[in-house]
């Protein structure tokens, strides 16, 4: 639990922050694992191969179907929640292999996460409102 | 662990986890959100096209369509059912659930897991397979 502390650090400073980002790893892992193999399938393989019906995802459908609540649901749940698993397994894959701080990946991979986050969340916003 | 017994741990070496199939697979698990990282950027690229207008949402079809991005994504795809299989063993581990006194068999919760899989799956085939 504490092997990214140095020893003298452990015995006066609390990692507090670190119940969040195991809660956010183990959320994003269950829509990884749960949500992603369909919404890939969908999206990645069977859209661009024109599998689906020509209409499924128009721009007019997908637009519909993204710019709305459900649609800030989805993105939540399938870009947010999961780009924090994946900052949380880069962080410690990086520790393991021994590449850069800690203290400074786990500020990267977090705060890359958080903005990514926030700009997917806004640009549901922004098609909300347009 | 008390100071003069850490001093005498040797720091791992980069490769330590090679030696081992069970370390090996470790590291493949913790790899598996490369790609995963690769979709999620191709989605936020989608939004933004599909933000842009009805010819820049074409175009990021057509790109999600080129070969090496089709095939990092089936590498996703295949990179999310690893994870799954890991993950969903784990479930039954953390939070042992019990029903009138009898505790749930671990193959019953993982089953149920993958039948969450499916659900999501058909719903999508509803949401977009009709014509």
Redesign the interface.
């Known amino acids: 639990m504490n092997k990214h502390k140095p020893q003298h650090e452990l015995q006066h400073k609390q990692a507090f922050d670190e119940p969040l980002w195991w809660g956010l790893f183990s959320a994003g892992g269950v829509c990884f694992a749960v949500l992603l193999p369909a919404v890939i399938l969908f999206i990645a393989v069977l859209l661009p191969l024109g599998l689906l019906p020509a209409n499924a995802l128009n721009y007019e459908r997908a637009s519909a179907l993204l710019f709305s609540v459900p649609g800030f649901l989805f993105v939540g749940a399938v870009i947010c929640l999961p780009l924090f698993h994946a900052a949380h397994r880069l962080r410690h894959g990086l520790f393991d292999i021994s590449v850069g701080s800690d203290a400074l990946n786990k500020k990267l991979m977090y705060g890359g996460a958080a903005l990514l986050s926030v700009f997917a969340l806004g640009l549901v916003i922004a098609g909300m409102l347009s | 662990?008390d100071?003069s017994s850490?001093h005498r741990l040797l720091?791992?070496k980069?490769n330590w986890?090679l030696k081992h199939r069970f370390f090996k697979l470790y590291?493949l698990r913790?790899?598996?959100?490369l790609p995963?990282?690769f979709?999620?950027l191709?989605?936020?690229a989608?939004?933004?096209a599909?933000?842009q207008?009805?010819e820049s949402?074409?175009g990021w079809?057509?790109f999600?369509?080129s070969p090496i991005?089709?095939v990092l994504?089936?590498l996703?795809?295949a990179a999310?059912?690893f994870?799954?299989a890991t993950?969903?063993v784990l479930f039954p581990r953390v939070m042992p659930l019990r029903i009138a006194g009898h505790s749930l068999p671990d193959q019953a919760i993982v089953a149920g897991?993958w039948a969450?899989?499916v659900a999501?799956?058909l719903?999508?085939f509803w949401?977009?397979?009709?014509?």
């Open positions: 662990m100071k850490s720091p791992l980069r986890w590291m913790e790899a598996t959100v995963l990282v979709f999620i191709c989605l936020l989608g939004m933004v599909l933000l207008g009805a949402w074409q079809v057509d999600m369509g991005v089709l994504n089936l996703a795809l999310s059912l994870h799954a993950f969903f897991q969450g899989v999501v799956a719903l999508f949401l977009l397979g009709r014509a």
